[in-house]
């Protein structure tokens, strides 16, 4: 039943290292600088500067090749594709030329910086959801969501319901699988592809989840109304996270590079 | 504004969760600028009952945790998405339901993940265009179709 169920933490992989007792705030707001400076601006140089950065910080976290393999497969093809239309799309003079494709010393190199872009990125937000479990990570996005709450957008509620959701996943997600095979029990056909039976394959698992997901919504909403529970009110965590010493040294770290990528 | 009544806050978050289970259960096809998300057809279901733009806000949010990608599809996507099922819930009539989330995530999603990869910006549209018409055209329509029919008396609460 629970073969599947591994996928739900995504890819976190929980040990013990510098990189994963870091404030999840910090290392949220260091992944948003330093992707932000590789998507505003990127040449040779930086390009190198990130991939021994990267490499640096993936050994500190102690991540295994297999795991890092395992996340990037389903980019791989995105890369080639990309790397592939740089390579005959891109003008300068002509290296190799058959016909109407020509290989460029131009499209070569500029195939050969946007792939690594591509494998930084993915690297990056990768190593965030490698070494923070997702509950933090919610935390963490709704605690810097905070400010927005001044301009009267509903930021309580919001991370009220992040939390909620991400909690019922790996009950729905169960559910969807028990609901699937009780539809397979009667006689019903998933694996095949004809557009009729995905239309009946949907609708079959689609209509009893959402039965199932207004009497749960009820049943959950009274125990929260009698557990005292009341929308606006303010709540404290149960683990709080603490800003160390070690979080301002990365947190400048980072400030730096990012400031290093606009002088470049 | 977003609701005050907790049984209705619930029942979003839980959408959001249907949304977002449906899409991990489909994982290696759902991310990506080669994807077919089929819980896409999902975002039909504003059309019926309003509320559920945020529920599928959340959905997206949450399923977009798990992306190759990253904050650029978490904050991104999942603003398309709002606004897909915002418009999604004033649509005029049946047939025309499915069409903002075709319309919208082809042209947002594309913004960024062309920037990303270095792909041309229409050959994406296009791809992205095609792969969720189909989805939200072939699975969603017959599904709201269905819906109607069975869940109505089920929503008078909500």
Redesign the interface.
Known sequence: MFQNYKSLIGYFLPLNTVIHNLNPQVKLICMILLMSGLLINYNLAIIIIYLFLLLVVYKTAKIPLSVLYNSFKPIIWIIFFSSLVHLFTTPGEPLLSRGFLNITVQGIQKSLILSSRIILIVGFTMLISLTTSPVNLVEAISSLLKPFSWLGLPVNQFSLMLSLSLRFLPVIYEEAERIKKAQLARGANFSSWRLKNRVNNVVSIVIPMIYSAIIRADDLAIAMEIRGYKVGGKRTRLKETRFLFIDLVILLLSLIIFIITFLL | ???????K??????????Y???T??L??LS????QLR?SE??TVLPYLFPQAV??LF??C??AN??S?????D?IFGSIATLIAAYLTSKAPNIYLAPLPPVVVNAFIVSVYLS??????YWLMVSYIGISQFVVCY??GL??LV??KK??KY?FWR?
Not at chain 2, 9 to 18: C, D, H, K, N, P
Not at chain 2, 31 to 34: A, R, S, T
């Open positions: 504004m977003l609701e005050k009544d907790i049984r806050i619930v029942f979003l978050s839980i959408i959001g969760a249907t977002a289970a449906l991990l259960l994982m290696p991310y990506g600028p080669f089929l057809a999902l945020y529920g959340i959905g949010f949450i945790l798990f190759p990608f990253g904050l650029l978490i920037n990303l990869t270095g792909i041309p072939g699975i017959p599904l269905v819906l069975r869940l089920l909500f």
